[in-house]
């Protein structure tokens, strides 16, 4: 059981990231960048299916954590800032400015939580309720940065005129 105790640890915390004790979300953002990076290494609807999958994945999780530890998204927790940041960067290009863009973004919405990302994460519980209110923020980061792209060359993809 302790074992099984500390792989659900070490998922949930995102390697541990989410221990570091100042910035857990932030530092769990970061951990995002290289799997979004492997994830887009194959076709936009591949990247899609994975991410699907690893929201299903962190959901699980999340919710295995909270009965084994007896808390309620605790900021250790940072599946779901990955699983946050996946979502932020779907359909974006490879390009440093969008990784960075939609990192930025989607701190600024998970931190924020403007309504209803707010409204989301302190009414739905369990391990669905960790990570809802993330990927309402990655949501709303990918809207803002699909216009940034559409009206812009900021993000160093090709843009419409």
Known sequence: MLVKKRIIEALATGLYLGKIPFMPGTWGTLL???????????????????????????????????????THDPGEVVIDEVIGYLIAFTWLPLTWQSFLAAFVVFRFFDILKPPPIRTIDAKVTGGLGVVLDDVAAGLASNVVLQIVLLKTNWLGGVHAL
């Open 32 to 70: 995002g960048l290289p799997l979004a990076w492997a994830f887009a290494q194959a076709s936009p609807v591949v990247y899609m299916l994975l991410t699907i999958a690893f929201l299903f994945f962190s959901i699980f999780i999340a919710e295995l954590y909270e009965r084994n530890f007896k």
